[in-house]
């Protein structure tokens, strides 16, 4: 079962990409394509570092063998001026929003703005109140993250993330933790920037039918490999048995309800023999 | 065999683990520096840092530094009447502060409210993915964040400990000469006769820069490399004002033998 994206032109292509930590393999020659102008989901169980593969493809962790190219060029071959560049073609949404807590949300989405350009403070004010219109936050210019809900937050940092026009956003879990209104909004918002600014997306997520809804093609990982891969109706439709399980959200199956441990009986008698 | 070399395997452990803190905070160290001509650049960065890490700290050095001089003042007149030299009440009490007192209380205060601030508030931007998110959006957290909290702290220290030892020497004056009547001539006389510019006002002021780097590397340094969850913040800002104590402490011992010792 191996489906390969339509679109040849990937936008991100990873190739026998190897990553551990403290002694623990987190990926083990993985390869993964990201086609252009798609969402594309990555999916799999907590604690599979998929958060760790979007700091791998933005060049904050270096893999320990293999490559990510993004856009033709090896991100972790680049020297920090050429990364720089490269990541203001980059946005990347984190799970908690990332806001700067002492500046406002008008001066958060201003903030790459005023780091990377010296347009002047009209045409500034132009394109945060655009971006914040994008993302239907505009009368809450003023308000300070703190003031914001979990679900704002993610918004107003995806205001920040787009404010550069970049070619590609990497979404780390944005649909944790929000309420089914919230929840709805992001999947639109994903959706619709996608397709309207003609960005590439990757969605990382637990959240399987929200992200599947949008996404053109999905990959799934565990155990530090790609276990699956296909439009989101082929994965759907898998007869592996963990794929089910996880697509349908099974508290049993390959993957065990229990943590691996000795045998129950003699655990519980164990203290006598103590 | 193995019991016996364990304590020696432990100490060795620690101690590699130190050196490699050590390395990361020099290298660490010398990024920040390279952080230096975009402060220039943009001084509103700086003057905003100087506002939380100095201006927010005058009145806790005010009314340490009051109290300190006082205080010296009192136990000054005490020794130095049973000698029937009180009228030197002026230079004990102002080279003490100048030397020793003012760069050093008001580094192990400075460690308290300002240092102990800056690891906790880098610490907790380092746990909400604040500096990730900045590097993500291709501004080095280095420069942007933590140059500038550096400089504010190297440029505050020097400021607060003056304003330190100025209060003190008001403080004690306030004592001595205000209730203990001690004559005000003789006083300020012999402070400004006994009280010398390059060995005492100098080498104060190079102690404070001194102590001033110190405390705020060891701040933005603990705050950096900590670990991101409110039990790591919480180690890295005791550890910040810990630390910083002991490096103002001994380095002042270093510095004073370094600069009053008579060879």
Redesign the interface.
Known sequence: MTFQPSDTTALVSIRGLSFSRNGRMIFDKIDLDIPRGKITAIMGPSGTGKTTLL?LI?G?LRPDSGSVRVDGTDVHRLGLDDL??L??R???L???G????DLSVYENVA??LR??TRLPESMIRSLVLMKLEAVGLRGARDLMPAQLSGGMARRV?LA?AIVLDPMMIMYDEPFTGQDPISMGVLVQLIHDLNHGLGLTSVVVSHDVHETASIADYVYLISGGKVVGQGTPDEVARSDSPWIRQFMEGLPDGPVHFHYPSKDYASDLLGFAAH | MNSVLKPFQILGESALVSLRKLGRANLFMLHVATGFPGILARPRLLAAQMYSVGVLSVLLILISGLFVGMVLGLQGYYVLTDFGAEESLGVMVAASLVRELGPVVTALLFAGRAGSALTAEIGL?KA???L?????????PVK?IIAPRFFAGLVSMPLLAAVFSLVGVLGGYFVGVGLLGVDEGAFRSQMQAKIDFDEDIVNGVIKSLVFGAIVTWIAVFEGYDSVPTSEGVSRATTRSVVYAAFAVLGWDFVLTALMFGKD
């Open positions: 700091k933005g904050q720089y560049a990541r203001k980059m946005g990347m984190f799970q908690s990332a806001l700067l807590t903030f790459p780091e990377h940092a920040r | 931007m909400t993915e604040q990730s998110g900045m590097e993500m959006m291709a501004v080095d942007r």
